[in-house]
């Protein structure tokens, strides 16, 4: 089978080939999430349900269950995923805004740049030269606190 | 004495090239063959049920190495035989206790396997996996004036940073939508898988399309070229192609649902 030969060609693509003679260089991947999860499904005399193996619950079902399946066991993550999902990365952005994952790191820097801010301000005002203010000195000061929020 | 054996099913087909078969290995090492049934072809091979039974496999799948070499010897036999013409594949571990059963069941269900395989016919599948591309390199930050501080010009890189992260998202993911819309263009059928995780796909990128595309014979080329194009066009995401796959993703009733719809990222909620 003859394969278009583009190597991360110019803009930016990858090709690679599927079977290939001997599949090793094929990606495990897309190989397990073919095999386990796309196929024709039809009973046999064997009845194994692969959702119910464990390491697939854990280690790959997550990543390879389809969308459907996804979401008949309550995984919408794929919908969720901020990547995907331009509404879902402004919710999570106002949710670490709001203190949660991250939130602390967000305050820590809001702080920071507060303090900064302050100083900044005040040492490129000129009228007090003496670099150790201290913060709570600087926040006293109309103008100079309180303009950092906005 | 013989173990008691299991018939392990890979694929059914309208004909078969017994040629095709040979020197095949299929799941745990034994040979692949050819059956009639119903008209047509079932392609299957004894496998021992010590390590293929009910309690065997659920113990054997759960071993990732067993299941890599599983899953790979599986798709061999069906990549092989989707090489000589049409097949539907069938899931891994699909097992029976004998040859009859396998025939009488395929036998029952002819009239489907019969319209599937003609409406693949010689048409192959063919992955784009669509990656948001690496950060690039950070740009001197114009923002901060000249007269601000050192400190000013750290915190509004930082910001400038943040925003720019969230932009890059958007535009990967408005950039997938489109390359997935462009490409079901020359697809018969078009399918959205959820993205791999990068445990699985072995990229430390994020990715943000895993499509599957039914081409019709002798458009791969052309496929391939709009491929390049499109990544040229949306520096913002990698493309990968993979393939000529079997049509794993476009058979049976299980591949049928939302999967089909036009855009990769819902925009429902």
């Given at each position: 089978?003859?394969m278009?030969d583009?190597?991360?060609?110019?803009?930016?693509?990858?090709i690679?080939?599927a079977g290939?003679w001997g599949?090793?260089?094929?990606?495990?991947?897309d190989?397990?999430e073919?095999v386990?999860?796309?196929?024709?499904?039809i009973?046999?005399?064997i009845?194994?349900?692969l959702?119910?193996?464990e390491?697939?619950?854990?280690?790959?079902r997550?990543?390879?269950?389809s969308?459907e399946?996804?979401?008949?066991v309550g995984?919408n993550?794929?919908?969720?995923?901020?990547w995907?999902?331009?509404?879902a990365?402004d919710r999570?952005?106002?949710r670490?805004a709001a203190g949660?994952?991250?939130?602390r790191?967000?305050?820590?820097?809001?702080?920071?740049?507060r303090q900064?801010r302050n100083?900044?301000?005040?040492?490129?005002?000129?009228?007090r030269?003496?670099?150790?203010?201290a913060d709570d000195?600087?926040r006293?000061?109309p103008?100079?606190?309180?303009?950092?929020?906005? | 004495m013989?173990?008691?054996?299991g018939?392990w099913l890979y694929a059914?087909?309208g004909q078969?090239?017994?040629?095709?078969l040979t020197g095949?290995?299929?799941?745990?090492g034994?040979a692949?063959?050819?059956v009639?049934a119903g008209g047509?072809?079932?392609?299957?091979?004894?496998?021992?049920?010590e390590e293929?039974?009910e309690a065997?496999l659920?113990r054997n799948?759960?071993?990732m190495d067993?299941?890599a070499a599983?899953?790979?010897?599986?798709h061999?036999?069906?990549d092989?035989?989707a090489?000589q013409?049409?097949?539907?594949p069938m899931?891994l571990a699909t097992?029976?206790r004998?040859?009859?059963?396998?025939?009488?069941t395929?036998?029952?269900?002819a009239?489907?396997f019969r319209?599937t395989?003609?409406?693949?016919?010689?048409?192959?599948?063919?992955?784009?996996k669509?990656?948001?591309a690496?950060e690039?390199?950070?740009?001197?930050?114009?923002g901060?004036?000249?007269?601000?501080g050192?400190?000013t010009?750290?915190?509004m890189?930082?910001r400038?940073?943040l925003?720019?992260n969230q932009?890059?998202?958007?535009e990967?993911?408005?950039?997938?939508?489109?390359?997935?819309?462009?490409?079901s263009?020359?697809?018969?059928?078009?399918?959205?898988?959820?993205p791999q995780a990068?445990?699985l796909?072995?990229?430390?990128a994020v990715m943000?399309?895993?499509a599957?595309?039914?081409?019709?014979?002798?458009?791969?080329?052309e496929f391939?070229?709009?491929?390049?194009?499109?990544?040229?066009?949306h520096?913002?995401i990698r493309?990968e192609l993979?393939?000529?796959?079997?049509?794993?993703?476009f058979?049976?009733?299980?591949?049928e649902?939302?999967g089909?719809?036009?855009a990769?990222?819902?925009?429902?909620?």
């Amino acid at each position: 089978m003859s394969m278009p030969d583009v190597r991360r060609g110019a803009g930016g693509a990858q090709i690679q080939g599927a079977g290939g003679w001997g599949g090793q260089s094929t990606n495990l991947g897309d190989i397990l999430e073919r095999v386990l999860d796309k196929g024709l499904v039809i009973a046999g005399d064997i009845r194994v349900n692969l959702l119910d193996i464990e390491l697939l619950t854990i280690k790959l079902r997550l990543v390879i269950a389809s969308l459907e399946t996804a979401k008949s066991v309550g995984i919408n993550w794929w919908e969720s995923d901020p990547w995907l999902n331009a509404d879902a990365a402004d919710r999570q952005e106002r949710r670490r805004a709001a203190g949660g994952d991250g939130g602390r790191e967000l305050a820590d820097l809001e702080d920071e740049n507060r303090q900064l801010r302050n100083r900044v301000a005040e040492l490129e005002s000129g009228d007090r030269p003496e670099a150790g203010a201290a913060d709570d000195e600087v926040r006293a000061r109309p103008g100079a606190g309180r303009r950092s929020r906005d | 004495m013989t173990e008691p054996r299991g018939v392990w099913l890979y694929a059914v087909a309208g004909q078969v090239d017994a040629a095709a078969l040979t020197g095949l290995a299929g799941v745990g090492g034994g040979a692949v063959r050819a059956v009639a049934a119903g008209g047509l072809t079932a392609v299957a091979g004894d496998v021992e049920l010590e390590e293929y039974s009910e309690a065997a496999l659920r113990r054997n799948l759960e071993d990732m190495d067993w299941l890599a070499a599983t899953a790979r010897a599986h798709h061999q036999v069906i990549d092989a035989l989707a090489r000589q013409g049409p097949l539907v594949p069938m899931r891994l571990a699909t097992v029976y206790r004998s040859f009859a059963s396998v025939i009488a069941t395929i036998t029952a269900r002819a009239g489907d396997f019969r319209q599937t395989l003609d409406r693949l016919g010689t048409r192959k599948e063919w992955g784009v996996k669509a990656y948001m591309a690496d950060e690039p390199a950070p740009a001197a930050a114009p923002g901060a004036g000249p007269a601000a501080g050192a400190g000013t010009a750290y915190l509004m890189r930082r910001r400038e940073q943040l925003s720019a992260n969230q932009s890059r998202r958007r535009e990967a993911a408005a950039s997938a939508r489109t390359v997935h819309g462009e490409l079901s263009r020359h697809a018969a059928e078009a399918r959205c898988h959820p993205p791999q995780a990068p445990q699985l796909s072995g990229e430390r990128a994020v990715m943000v399309l895993n499509a599957a595309y039914l081409l019709d014979e002798g458009r791969a080329t052309e496929f391939a070229e709009a491929v390049t194009v499109l990544a040229g066009r949306h520096p913002s995401i990698r493309l990968e192609l993979t393939g000529p796959w079997p049509a794993y993703s476009f058979v049976g009733a299980s591949a049928e649902g939302p999967g089909r719809s036009a855009a990769p990222a819902s925009t429902e909620n």
